[in-house]
């Protein structure tokens, strides 16, 4: 795995260079939204939940995207399988999505800095002004406007949250 500043500081340098409006907070290490967010003190609808998965084409073409879903959402699963019109869904393996995303499971911002790894947007998450996440570390979130999230993340914007 590598070393989880490398993101942190990757998505910093994107989120100067795109001039977003955010700040960063440190914290105890806390991957699991619903405790992060007692400790962040944000609405956990605020959080946004990254989740990588695998969506199976066919026998031979697989997917990766990120997944990104308010807090208080669940990913629907069938929505993102109805939308890619794949044979099949699921979570990707662990040593997958961090190969992929450079982050361990729970720190994993809602951006990707890997050409092979898109990224989905559920469209709640532009309920908030202001949302936040864990940022490439389990010690650091990240708190910007949901306007800056969508321009410079540019996700597809589909319907995959279940409440």
């Given at each position: 795995m590598s070393d989880p500043n490398i993101v942190h500081s990757q998505l910093r340098a994107l989120l100067d260079k795109e001039g977003a409006v955010y700040r960063v907070l440190e914290h105890d290490a806390e991957g699991r939204t619903e405790f992060i967010t007692?400790?962040?003190g944000n609405r956990i609808e605020q959080a946004i939940k990254s989740m990588v998965v695998q969506v199976r084409m066919n026998k031979k073409?697989?997917?990766?995207?990120?997944?990104?879903?308010?807090?208080?959402?669940?990913?629907?699963f069938d929505a993102i399988k109805a939308h890619f019109n794949a044979l099949g869904i699921g979570m990707a393996q662990r040593e997958?999505?961090?190969?992929?995303?450079?982050c361990v499971i729970g720190s994993i911002p809602p951006f990707s800095f890997n050409d092979r790894l898109g990224v989905l947007a559920d469209p709640l998450i532009r309920v908030n002004e202001e949302v936040v996440f864990n940022a490439g570390?389990?010690?650091?979130?990240?708190?910007?406007?949901?306007?800056?999230?969508?321009?410079?993340a540019d996700p597809q914007v589909v319907k995959i949250a279940l409440r």
């Open positions: 007692r400790i962040r073409e697989n997917l990766y995207y990120l997944a990104n879903v308010p807090g208080d959402c669940r990913v629907d997958k999505a961090e190969a992929l995303t450079g570390s389990l010690k650091k979130s990240i708190f910007m406007t949901v306007e800056d999230y969508f321009r410079i």
